[in-house]
């Protein structure tokens, strides 16, 4: 008989080719370094109460597949194991990339990194080369020292001066970038009522050599992501799939590396920082969710009779947790109040492993509340995503983007 010990095995997330066909291709980028998780698969169980000449249960038959969920806690990861030479595209997209695609509803990857910076203050960057319009609303990393050690993270707000050079930011970095220092692009996730083209898959494969389940026509249904300082930031994602296979081989992966980097622990040596209402704070902790309401769309020919799974909202909010400086009505927000420029930069220091979060406007959505902290009065800010629409046209971004570009959207979190 064999054993299937509960810590070997290997989880694998990728993008199918559409939906209704499940991904049995998976290479090294999908692994995904996550803590021990088994799947919890589901059969609807199917039964009805007839009449019996006694008091033994009815008879039962195996319905539906559709609704076996899988939580996934991991580091994450950065996108490149070396300093990029190129702009990410689609190609280049890791796990966290395409689990923040499907919550959020869509990515984009700016044209930037053949680029230099020419001068710089802290709310504006001049780029050397002319820029292209659609890349307003999306982040950049800049150089900020001579030794190419240090950088800074941008979201563009507004493109100005001859050819677009000129790169107005959202939120000011933590000092001006360096002058011929070089420049890079992102893979920029943001908030869309775009809907999934294709399904996801994600794969088990166990210890032994039959255990191989490939869970396929999945959707995520919510995402967080969690940074405390000291700590290396964490996601969290809840998938929910419609159909799954035992593939009754290939399994027992044997020995496998993870390719790209863990981000490091939040601290700022390494380039984290915490903008809360357009200010550098004292956060004890953040935490940034994004919630998916699905529905699914029923269709006699698919499998499990699911052809596919439509997202019907998305909610942003963000909790943060300070050291309270006064116990004041200004200091302990109400529900409702607005705050801008919500940011918070993991890892600014290396290309191709660093996170940036924005939400350009957020409200206050109940009473601020005060706790303890270490022995420390601290306050914690409840915040959601709220409408945001001053992003500046240049000419081809016009107000109210975001179905191709990142302009105007109400949260974004961008791998650099």
């Given at each position: 008989m064999a054993i299937h010990p509960?810590?070997?095995?290997?989880?694998?997330?990728?993008?199918?080719?559409?939906?209704?066909?499940?991904?049995?291709?998976?290479?090294?980028?999908?692994?995904?370094?996550?803590?021990?998780?088994?799947?919890?698969?589901?059969?609807?169980?199917?039964?009805?109460?007839?009449?019996?000449?006694?008091?033994?249960?009815?008879?039962i038959k195996a319905g539906s597949r559709e609704g076996?969920?899988?939580?996934?806690?991991?580091?994450?990861?950065?996108?490149?194991?070396?300093?990029?030479?190129?702009?990410?595209?689609a190609s280049d997209q890791n796990v966290e990339?395409?689990?923040?695609?499907?919550?959020?509803?869509?990515?984009?990857?700016?044209?930037?990194?053949?680029?230099t910076v020419s001068s710089a203050t802290t709310s504006q960057i001049t780029v050397s080369d002319t820029m292209l319009n659609p890349d307003v609303g999306s982040a950049f990393m800049a150089q900020s020292n001579s030794g190419g050690?240090?950088?800074?993270?941008?979201?563009?707000?507004?493109?100005?001066?001859?050819?677009n050079k000129e790169l107005n930011l959202a939120t000011a970095t933590s000092s001006a970038a360096y002058a011929?220092?070089?420049?890079?692009?992102?893979?920029?996730?943001?908030?869309?009522?775009?809907?999934?083209?294709?399904?996801?898959?994600?794969?088990?494969?166990?210890?032994?050599?039959?255990?191989?389940?490939?869970?396929?026509d999945g959707c995520v249904s919510s995402l967080k992501i969690t940074a405390s300082p000291r700590q290396q930031p964490m996601l969290e994602a809840?998938?929910?799939?419609a159909d799954f296979e035992f593939m009754e081989s290939g399994g027992n992966p044997g020995m496998y590396d993870f390719p790209l980097p863990q981000l490091p622990a939040a601290v700022g040596n390494n380039g984290t920082r915490m903008v809360l209402g357009g200010s550098v704070i004292d956060s004890i902790s953040a935490e940034f969710t994004v919630t998916c309401e699905y529905a699914a769309i029923g269709n006699h020919s698919s499998s499990e009779g699911v052809s596919k799974y439509i997202i019907t909202n998305r909610t942003t909010q963000a909790s943060v947790q300070i050291p309270a400086s006064a116990i004041t009505d200004a200091a302990i927000y109400a529900p409702g109040t607005a705050l801008s420029q919500v940011q918070l930069d993991l890892n600014a220091h290396v290309p191709g492993s660093a996170v940036s979060i924005l939400i350009p406007r957020a409200l206050i959505e109940?009473?601020?509340?005060?706790?303890?902290?270490?022995?420390?009065?601290?306050?914690?800010?409840?915040?959601?995503?709220?409408?945001?629409?001053?992003?500046?046209?240049?000419?081809?971004?016009?107000?109210?983007?975001?179905?191709?570009?990142?302009?105007?959207?109400?949260?974004?979190?961008?791998?650099?």
């Open positions: 509960s810590n070997l095995g290997r989880i694998s997330v990728a993008k199918q080719s559409a939906w209704g066909t499940k991904q049995t291709s998976f290479p090294a980028a999908s692994f995904a370094e996550v803590e021990v998780t088994m799947p919890q698969l589901q059969r609807e169980a199917l039964m009805t109460e007839a009449f019996r000449g006694q008091f033994h249960s009815h008879r076996t969920t899988v939580s996934l806690r991991m580091p994450m990861h950065g996108w490149s194991a070396s300093t990029p030479t190129a702009d990410p595209s990339s395409i689990l923040l695609e499907y919550a959020m509803g869509a990515v984009h990857f700016p044209d930037i990194m053949a680029r050690t240090e950088h800074v993270i941008g979201f563009i707000k507004s493109m100005t001066g001859a050819d011929t220092g070089a420049v890079y692009g992102s893979m920029t996730h943001y908030i869309s009522s775009s809907q999934p083209a294709q399904g996801l898959s994600l794969e088990y494969l166990g210890a032994d050599s039959t255990s191989r389940i490939i869970l396929f809840e998938l929910h799939f109940s009473q601020s509340t005060l706790g303890d902290s270490e022995g420390i009065v601290a306050v914690t800010h409840n915040m959601i995503a709220a409408y945001y629409d001053d992003d500046a046209s240049d000419g081809s971004v016009s107000s109210g983007s975001g179905s191709t570009t990142a302009a105007d959207t109400v949260a974004r979190v961008a791998l650099l």
